[in-house]
């Protein structure tokens, strides 16, 4: 009983948290940095604790808010106007952005599953999801992010609404409703 009431509260806490446009927590997405990770990127490069705290809560003083990484973000728009303006697709703009020497946060390359999630991701457009749905049945939430509810987001977006939305029905058109038989 105290499991499922906890895991009540805390659905709760993260629709409200949507709803105000703030992050539910987690790394932040692709072309967006966060305090926290300011902090952990200091003190991987070496500087002391403090100094990486007080450091990281200068350059932004938010907690808990998204800030644009500009050199990631330049990946998001060129995966954007890859896919939206020259229509590739995703497996075209990962030969690209490895041929230009673009690599993801973990230092791999890139692959089409990943060019996939960045193009799906409404956090970049400006929004942040919520499975309401599943809220209002009182489950954890399974529906992919782009066919969530979207709220406005308090962080400064990457993409332009126009531009996420185009592209979400460029996938729709690309993407066939019945499965294939395999052998």
Not at 74 to 92: A, E, N, P, T, W
Request: aromatic letters at 8%.
């Amino acid at each position: 009983f105290e499991r499922e009431q906890t895991g009540d509260r805390i659905r709760g806490i993260k629709r409200e948290l949507g709803k105000q446009g703030r992050p539910m927590g987690g790394a932040p997405v692709l072309g967006y940095t966060s305090q926290a990770r300011r902090r952990r990127e200091l003190i991987h490069a070496g500087v002391d604790e403090d100094q990486a705290t007080a450091q990281a809560q200068t350059e932004f003083p938010r907690p808990k808010c998204l800030y644009v990484d500009e050199q990631e973000a330049q990946i998001v728009r060129m995966i954007f106007d890859l896919y939206v303006r020259k229509r590739m697709g995703s497996r075209h703009i990962a030969k690209e952005l490895n041929r230009r020497g673009f690599r993801r946060r973990s230092g791999k390359q890139w692959v089409a599953t990943q060019v996939g999630k960045r193009i799906n991701d409404p956090v970049v457009a400006g929004f942040i999801p919520f499975d309401e749905e599943n809220y209002k049945r009182g489950r954890k939430p399974t529906t992919p992010k782009h066919k969530q509810t979207l709220y406005t987001a308090l962080h400064q977006p990457i993409v332009n609404d126009k531009t996420w939305r185009r592209a979400q029905e460029i996938k729709r058109a690309n993407t066939s409703d019945t499965f294939k038989v395999g052998n």
